[in-house]
């Protein structure tokens, strides 16, 4: 199965005849696609796997539309020009952390890095992925003051990730350059339409519903703190948790929000190369990705079998 996606990913990247093949600095990789089709996991792993930075553009929006929730905003009408100007003064940081690793039973271990997602200085990882926050974050990322905001926000930690990546990074002697590993929605389309390399990540509609469904499962045993913008509030009623049906109906919705909007839709760039990892193990589209990039800085691909 992989070795014929290898290779139509291959003459896919053969047909692209406006990439580089010089190993220069400032590599950038666009990982785009709908919402639990694996960007972020794949994304953090494949900077991990190159000594990349990594930047989440979900999570910006989504912590946009915490601090929409906590304003009591709850469209995109009145409120939104006041929460634009409150997302561009925030300081939104997102820490990676190695972490644990996926067994895979060919391919052994994989680093998938932990993210955590700051917003002035307050640890919000959990708090911007509530049910909440899944439905409406969409309806605030289709405004355009706010994605003009995040815009700003998204181009800054790219320059400070990709500047990490360059001057602390330990992979050996190749002449590997710099670069950063960013996931959303319209990256490659918007953000960075000059990537090196732009992936579309996709799987079925079941496939991701039920992967979404495992990952808040996983979540279940993790303690819900207070939150710490608010240290006297009682503890967080415990979470209600969805079905694999409803997830696929939340999914369902956010994407079509995601894809007929008319600021930066949801799109497959032109030169992107499009992944549908519904029968892909993780570790094949992760070594699928740093191949194609490690081919494109002009150097040897490392899973060539895969
Ligand atoms: O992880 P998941 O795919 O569920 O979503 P996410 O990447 O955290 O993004 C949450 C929402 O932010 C998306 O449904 C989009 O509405 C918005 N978003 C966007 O508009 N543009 C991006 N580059 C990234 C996210
Ligand atoms: O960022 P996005 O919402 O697109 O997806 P994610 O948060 O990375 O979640 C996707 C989940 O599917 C993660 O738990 C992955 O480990 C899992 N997965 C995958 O991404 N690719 C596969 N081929 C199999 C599982």
Redesign the pocket.
């Known amino acids: 199965m992989l070795s014929i996606y290898t290779r139509i990913a291959r003459r896919q990247l053969l047909r692209q005849t406006t990439h580089r093949l010089l190993p220069r600095r400032d590599f950038t990789i666009a990982i785009?696609g709908?919402?639990?089709?694996g960007?972020?996991s794949t994304a953090r792993a494949v900077a991990q796997e190159l000594g990349f930075g990594y930047i989440?553009?979900?999570?910006i929006?989504?912590c946009a539309t915490l601090l929409a929730l906590r304003q009591n905003i709850t469209d995109t009408g009145e409120g939104i020009g006041s929460l634009a100007d409150l997302i561009s003064h925030a300081k939104v940081d997102i820490k990676v952390r190695p972490s644990k690793s996926h067994q895979t039973p060919s391919l052994g271990r994989l680093a998938v890095p932990d993210v955590q997602v700051l917003l002035d200085g307050e640890d919000v990882s959990r708090e911007i992925r509530t049910p909440e926050v899944?439905r409406l974050?969409?309806k605030i990322?289709?405004d355009s003051s706010i994605?003009e905001a995040v815009l700003h926000i998204q181009r800054k930690l790219a320059a400070d990730a990709e500047s990490r990546s360059t001057t602390s990074r330990s992979v050996d002697a190749e002449d590997m350059p710099g670069g950063v590993v960013m996931?959303?929605?319209?990256?490659g389309t918007t953000?960075f339409p000059g990537a090196e390399l732009k992936i579309y990540l996709d799987a079925s509609a079941m496939a991701r519903a039920i992967r979404?469904w495992d990952e808040m499962n996983q979540m279940k045993d993790v303690p819900v703190q207070k939150p710490a913008h608010d240290p006297e509030a009682s503890a967080a009623p415990a979470a209600v948790y969805p079905s694999v049906e409803e997830i696929a109906r939340e999914?369902e919705a956010?994407d079509y929000?995601?894809i007929n909007r008319e600021n930066?839709p949801l799109r497959i760039a032109p030169d992107a190369v499009v992944i549908d990892n519904t029968n892909l193990t993780f570790a094949q589209q992760v070594y699928t990705i740093t191949d194609l990039a490690r081919e494109r800085m002009g150097l040897e691909p490392k899973h060539s079998d895969c």
């Open positions: 785009d709908p919402a639990a089709s960007k972020s989440d553009s979900g999570s929006y989504r899944n974050v969409a990322a289709s994605r996931d959303g929605r319209d990256i953000i979404r999914l956010r929000a995601d930066s």
